[in-house]
């Protein structure tokens, strides 16, 4: 665990084979954001040994985000990449976007509401190099944001996932992380999972190569929060999810027939009773309510098996395509610039980078 305090005792020196870093960032309707943070981004990784591109993923905004993006992508170069989205897909699929036009071997998070700070990005890419890791997770440990609507919320969220995930993080809900590439994209997210990646790079890696890093939060200064306390209610339904992919994925079956087959004991028992008494006591049983409980437990038993067998052949022709996409990319009416890298130029006077084409 580190500190802010601690920075100085993570090196940033990158080994030789330093990978390349793709940095992704989705915006929705964040207009006023997008000058000041990539140049933050700039400022932050000016002078990383390794080269570097930025992703800017508009989700549908129905401001000048959209226009703000290729504002900034003509004035620093091709390593500024655009993506726009052909409406409002959720953060979810703005990050999978990213994730997928990604090209570095590292990939970073962050989002675009200047809260993050993306000086933090290059000591969390050491220290993911460092110790071996599939994943650095941000943990804003001295958050900025309001104490009803956004804190409370989401101590509440982090502890539900926490216990259901088994994944051991103080702050899943913090957007800054650092991943390999080759791992993240073992991964595919719908729906707004993106609150608990840790958790389904948990399916894909040990638990051990998963680390935190205590990162630098700043006040909201412009746009509006996208997040408030419906939050919690939507963390306990997705729950429900995660759970069931992180131990039934592969094995559907299994979840629906252990319930299935509960039922069916309980019906079965219900009515070995039942005639039991029909039988040996002669009582009559055709008015009890029990009856219709037995055999209601038997008929859900036979469905939840059905069903079982069905998921099984579902999520195999499924997960088996791999063609699903969870967005749609908007078709630009100018053609895009060829994709960069921003690398170092070493110069005999100066050690300033420069972006290539």
């Known amino acids: 665990m580190h500190s802010p305090a601690e920075h100085c005792a993570v090196s940033t020196a990158l080994p030789s084979s330093a990978p390349s870093l793709s940095v992704v960032i989705p915006f929705y309707n964040e207009e006023d954001n997008i000058a000041p943070l990539v140049a933050r981004v700039h400022e932050a990784l000016a002078a990383l040994p390794c080269p570097w591109e930025l992703l800017l993923i508009d989700d549908g905004s129905a401001d000048r985000t959209l226009t703000q993006m290729q504002a900034q992508q003509a004035h620093y170069g091709p390593h500024v990449q655009v993506l726009a989205l052909q409406r409002n897909f959720g953060q979810t699929a703005a990050m999978q976007a990213g994730i997928d036009h990604a090209r570095g071997t590292v990939i970073a998070l962050l989002d675009g509401d200047l809260q993050n700070d993306p000086h933090d ?16 997770a941000g943990w804003r440990k001295d958050r900025q ?28 809900g913090c957007s800054l992380k650092v991943f390999r590439a080759e ?4 991964v595919r997210l719908y729906g707004e999972m993106h609150r608990f990646i840790p958790a389904w790079i948990a399916t894909q890696t040990c638990p051990g190569r998963i680390g935190e890093y205590v990162v630098r939060h700043h006040p909201r200064a412009s746009g509006v929060s996208k997040y408030g306390l419906s939050r919690t209610l939507r963390v306990i339904l997705d729950l429900l999810s995660v759970y069931f992919f992180m131990r039934y994925k592969a094995r559907p079956g299994h979840f629906f027939g252990s319930i299935g087959l509960f039922f069916g004991a ?35 038993s036979v469905q939840l098996l059905t069903t079982g067998v069905l998921s099984e052949m579902i999520s195999r022709t499924y997960f088996e395509s791999g063609h699903a996409r969870s967005y749609v990319i908007r078709t630009a009416n100018r053609p895009l610039p060829p994709a960069g890298w921003f690398t170092p130029r070493p110069t005999a006077s100066s050690d300033t980078p420069a972006a290539d084409a």
């Not at 220290?127 to 071996?132: F, G, N, P, S, T």
């Not at 944001?145 to 101590?155: A, Q, T, V």
């Not at 009773?273 to 049983?285: C, E, N, Q, R």
């Not at 008015?287 to 219709?292: C, N």
């Open 121 to 136: 990005i290059p000591l969390m890419l050491a220290l993911l190099l460092d110790e071996q890791l599939d994943m650095v």
């Open 266 to 300: 309980l019906g079965g028992l219900i009515l070995s009773y039942l005639f039991t008494l029909k039988l040996v006591w002669g009582a009559s049983i055709g008015t009890r309510p029990l009856l219709i409980i037995g055999v209601l437990c038997v008929l859900v």
């Open 145 to 172: 944001d309001d104490l009803w609507r956004r804190k409370i919320p989401s101590r509440i969220a982090n502890r539900l996932i926490r216990a259901i995930t088994k994944v051991n993080l103080h702050d899943y």
């Open 183 to 186: 791992v993240l994209k073992g």
